[in-house]
C-alpha cells in the first residue's frame, strides 16, 4: 500500500535555482495539502486543493506555487529557492474535508537551500 | 483564533514508566482535537482523533487521551513506556469549516533502558 508518496526524498538547491517537488496519493482523496515543518515551529500549511484542478492558499503561501492537474497528483513548485525556505516539506490528503477526517502524510522531501 | 500549546519540547522516560504528554488548545468554539506521532525520517501517522463523542479517547500503540473542556487540554497517556514508543509527537487541532490543522510544536519522547 503506497498511500502518499513525495519525490524527490532530499533536495539541495543554490539560491535562485527552481524545483517541484511532487506528491502522489493512491487512495482517491479529494483533499490535499503541502506543509513545511522548521525546528520548533511544528508543522505549517503553504496551500491545499479541494480536488482536480483547485489550489487555495494556507498559512505561509509566499514564495510557493502548486498545481492539481490530475486528482491523484499535487505539485509544490518554488520559482526563485531563498535560505528561508530550507526545510522539511510533507504532502497529506484526505478523502474529505470535515474537521473529522484524517490526514495521511508522505513521508517527506528535506530540501536545503545554500 | 486556534492554537495549541505542547508543553515540553522533549520528554524522557524510563521503559515502563508512565508517558505524559501535555497539550492544551485554545478555541472560541469547541474544536476536533488529534495526536500525531512522527518516527525518524518518517511522516505523520494519526494516533487518535476527538471528535465529541467520547471525552477518554484510546488510539493504537496503547496511548490515550482525555479531553478536558474545562482545562482546555488533551493530554497524551500511556502507562508503559516501550523502547519503540520513542519518536515526535505532535498535538493538532482542527475546527468545522477549517480546511487545515493548526500543529503544536512537538514533544520529542525519549525512552531510557
Known amino acids: 500500500n503506497a498511500g502518499v508518496t513525495q519525490t524527490p526524498k532530499f533536495r539541495v538547491l543554490k539560491t535562485g535555482q527552481s524545483m517541484t517537488l511532487l506528491c502522489a496519493q493512491d487512495?482517491?482523496?479529494?483533499?490535499m495539502y503541502w506543509y513545511r515543518q522548521d525546528p520548533g515551529m511544528g508543522l505549517r500549511l503553504i496551500h491545499y486543493?479541494?480536488?482536480?484542478?483547485?489550489?487555495a492558499k494556507g498559512e505561509v503561501p509566499d514564495g510557493y506555487n502548486v498545481s492539481r492537474l490530475k486528482k491523484q497528483n499535487f505539485l509544490l513548485g518554488l520559482e526563485s529557492a531563498a535560505p528561508s525556505q530550507t526545510s522539511v516539506y510533507f504532502c497529506a490528503s484526505s478523502f474529505t474535508g470535515t474537521a473529522t477526517n484524517i490526514q495521511y502524510f508522505g513521508a517527506g522531501t528535506r530540501l536545503s537551500v545554500l | 483564533a486556534q492554537s495549541v500549546t505542547q508543553l515540553g519540547s522533549h520528554v524522557s522516560v524510563s521503559e515502563g514508566a508512565l508517558v505524559l504528554l501535555r497539550c492544551n488548545y485554545s478555541s472560541s468554539v469547541p474544536p476536533y482535537l488529534f495526536w500525531y506521532v512522527q518516527y525518524p525520517n518518517q511522516g505523520l501517522q494519526l494516533l487518535l482523533k476527538?471528535?465529541?463523542?467520547?471525552?477518554l479517547v484510546k488510539g493504537i500503540n496503547g496511548f490515550e487521551a482525555e479531553f478536558k473542556k474545562s482545562e482546555t487540554s488533551f493530554h497524551l497517556t500511556k502507562p508503559s513506556a516501550h523502547m519503540s514508543d520513542a519518536a515526535e509527537y505532535f498535538c493538532a487541532v482542527r475546527q468545522t469549516g477549517a480546511n487545515n490543522l493548526f500543529f503544536g510544536t512537538g514533544t520529542r519522547l525519549t525512552v531510557i533502558p
Open positions: 486543493s479541494v480536488g482536480e484542478g483547485t489550489t
Open positions: 487512495m482517491n482523496h479529494e483533499y
Open positions: 476527538y471528535t465529541s463523542a467520547a471525552t
